[in-house]
């Protein structure tokens, strides 16, 4: 088992969920095991100025070993795993991939199958790293903190390599979108930076969505059924009639590229009392602001008919990173040049979701995203190839060579 592999099962076995109901920063607690554990790793490597602060943000900083002035650059990756699905005892499987269904789970008929996953076949001959069905893997995003140290540590042990001050971030809470929220950036000190987040081999981007959540609670009246006419008023009904009231057409799994999306991700309650939560997505900001006014129309539309019963909170998350990489679209070329020259195809396309670098964009660390190699995040069906991961190390460490040499 190289280094690189044996690092990211290390870290997997970590219970790192992330929990957006949560007010405290990290979200859980445990995501703290992982950090520490990290910046153990991390003094163990070599690195200097490994720093973990109270609200579990951990940095650190390769020196240059170059005498020119040469811009401070920073990596990045996130410590948390999505809670939309779990990610404690996770018991990671290796398949050297021969083509066809892969039987994840016995016992519960779990298959990965290129039926339901094409890409799965583009890997005949490689060896994959699967979940056992139960859980999710966590190459998002511990993939991505694997490879990042793994290049640091080739450059350490290859000083012939000649690059300039490398800061290196590993941040909670990502995957409640919360990830850049006390990020500190003058702290960090890098001219720009990239988070190692992204999915297949040879995906970078600087496209994301603009992101909002809407929570909507509904107070009802419960009456005995035998007396209600007129009188009751239940709470789940209202819930329905509101969710029947945003498009089918508008949902993420009839959506693709740029286009944007209502997800309901949770709905709770009894007749007194009921909540929905949606996240609203869409690249372009226009229709991101149609459909945030949209969703308020419905619920004045049906407070008008409930005697207003119904409450929305909407707040946005993150915005489109484009409007600021475009502003510094080196940082953008220095990638996509990078994985030319190293013979990896680019896969330039929006993200359909959100990264740290989008907020980190905005708060004046311009931050494209660039591939762990993982497929399928955020589910059991997830899956990575070796080959991918040892591509994006390779990535790291040339990019920075490459920006040495400017």
């Not at 490994?50 to 996130?78: K, Q, S």
């Not at 080739?154 to 979108?177: A, S, V």
């Not at 940082?331 to 980190?360: C, N, Q, S, W, Y």
């Not at 993982?374 to 060579?401: A, D, L, R, T």
Request: charged share 30%.
């Amino acid at each position: 088992m190289t280094k690189l592999v044996e690092r990211f099962i290390n870290y997997v076995k970590f219970d790192t969920e992330s929990d957006g109901n949560s007010e405290t920063c990290p979200s859980t607690e445990k995501q703290f095991k992982l950090a520490k554990f990290l910046k153990d790793e991390m003094i163990e490597i070599g690195l200097g100025d490994v720093t973990l602060d109270e609200n579990g943000y951990l940095m650190g900083t390769l020196p240059g070993n170059i005498d020119e002035d040469v811009a401070t650059i920073g990596f990045l990756a996130h410590m948390d795993t999505a809670p939309s699905f779990s990610g404690k005892d996770v018991k990671p499987k290796f398949v050297d991939y021969e083509g066809g269904d892969i039987i994840l789970n016995k016992e519960k008929n779990i298959i990965l199958s290129p039926n339901d996953f094409k890409e799965l076949e583009w890997y005949k001959g490689e060896t994959i790293i699967t979940t056992d069905g139960t859980t999710l893997l966590g190459a998002d995003d511990k993939a991505g903190i694997a490879e990042i140290l793994t290049a640091m540590e080739y450059l350490m042990d290859h000083p012939e390599i000649k690059h300039g001050k490398i800061r290196i971030g590993f941040t909670p809470d990502e995957e409640i979108g919360r990830g850049a929220d006390l990020f500190d950036v003058e702290k960090f000190g890098a001219k720009f930076a990239y988070t190692i987040d992204g999915g297949r081999l040879g995906e970078v981007e600087y496209e994301n969505f603009n992101a909002a959540s809407a929570k909507i609670s509904i107070v009802g009246r419960s009456v005995h059924p035998g007396t209600a006419k007129n009188q009751l008023v239940n709470a789940l009904q209202i819930g329905i009639e509101i969710h029947n009231l945003i498009p089918v057409s508008e949902r993420p799994e009839f959506t693709e590229e740029y286009e944007g999306f209502y997800m309901l991700c949770e709905m709770n309650g009894d007749i007194s009392n009921a909540s929905l939560e949606y996240i609203i997505r869409d690249h372009d900001m226009d229709k991101f602001t149609e459909k945030k006014d949209y969703i308020t129309s419905v619920v004045e539309l049906l407070n008008k008919k409930y005697n207003g019963v119904i409450k929305l909170e909407l707040s946005d998350s993150y915005y489109n990173m484009k409007e600021k990489i475009e502003e510094n679209m080196e940082v953008f070329d220095i990638a996509r040049d990078t994985m030319i020259e190293l013979g990896i195809e680019p896969v330039i396309k929006p993200v359909r979701g959100g990264t740290d670098g989008a907020r980190l964009s905005y708060m004046g660390l311009p931050c494209p995203n660039i591939f762990t190699g993982g497929h399928n995040f955020h589910g059991q069906y997830e899956y990575i190839p070796v080959s991918s991961m040892e591509k994006s190390v390779e990535v790291i460490v040339k990019i920075c060579e490459n920006v040495a040499k400017k």
